[in-house]
């Protein structure tokens, strides 16, 4: 089955481990081949991407130039005010929210939707959705191999804690920006230093020999640099 031209679809799941049906869009590439495998990216904040971070429009437009490669989107979006419940590590929903992603939502989308030969199956989230993004690749190595955090919330030592005792860091690659201008980051836990707390991180990632990219881009906390910064996350690891 092959699709000419770029969609977007919307979906929902019974989560056991959530407790509630959950929302999910789904986009495919232009030319899609279900013959093909193709790598497929998880977002966190997921209607956020698609709207603010313009996630689809990218995709399009890169593919179209040449210079992307097709990769499957899957986007989770998240309701406020449970999103510390469900993406820092101290919150009461955040095991949960692991499991459904890992247990339900990917065999449901990548076997049951689309029945899909997955080359290699990725996580990118802004803020708290780039350490719930680590918190699955930490937790579950097996599962992802490809994660991009953008302006990543590690302020807390909770947040890098799964870190110390996670397995086969070698077999995911990180892809890690944040904005020289996030010093002072206002947060439910007070004003925070975003640019040294992903330092920090760096720090530790490259005592422990993972392999990861990181760098800082002039900007603020805001969708105004992850919007920015998408095309080159995403061409870091899908580029033609």
């Not at 049906?21 to 279900?34: A, G, Q, S, V």
């Not at 499957?72 to 406020?80: A, N, W």
């Not at 992603?101 to 065999?107: A, M, S, Y």
Request: glycine share 6%.
């Amino acid at each position: 089955m092959s699709s000419p031209r770029s969609q977007i679809s919307r979906h929902a799941i019974d989560s056991r481990f959530l407790r509630e049906t959950r929302k999910f869009w789904l986009y495919i590439p232009e030319d899609f081949d279900l013959d093909q495998p193709y790598p497929v990216l998880y977002a966190h904040d997921g209607e956020d991407y698609l709207t603010m971070g313009r996630i689809r429009t990218i995709a399009n437009e890169r593919y179209r130039d040449g210079t992307l490669k097709p990769i499957v989107i899957v986007g989770i979006p998240v309701d406020k005010k449970l999103r510390n419940a469900e993406y820092h590590p101290e919150g009461h929903r955040h095991r949960a929210y692991l499991s459904f992603v890992v247990e339900e939502l990917i065999p449901y989308v990548e076997n049951s939707v689309l029945q899909l030969r997955t080359k290699e199956r990725a996580t990118i989230g802004s803020s708290l959705g780039g350490v719930v993004g680590c918190q699955l690749a930490w937790n579950y190595p097996e599962k992802f191999q490809i994660v991009i955090s953008q302006s990543g919330a590690f302020y807390s030592p909770s947040t890098t804690a799964a870190l110390h005792n996670a397995r086969h860091l070698d077999k995911t690659r990180y892809y890690f920006m944040v904005g020289t201008n996030e010093r002072h980051v206002s947060t439910s836990m007070g004003t925070m230093d975003f640019l040294q707390a992903n330092r920090k991180l760096r720090n530790l990632l490259e005592e422990k020999g993972t392999p990861f990219h990181y760098e800082e881009q002039e900007g603020g906390h805001t969708w105004g640099l992850w919007q920015k910064n998408l095309p080159d996350a995403l061409a870091y690891f899908w580029s033609r």
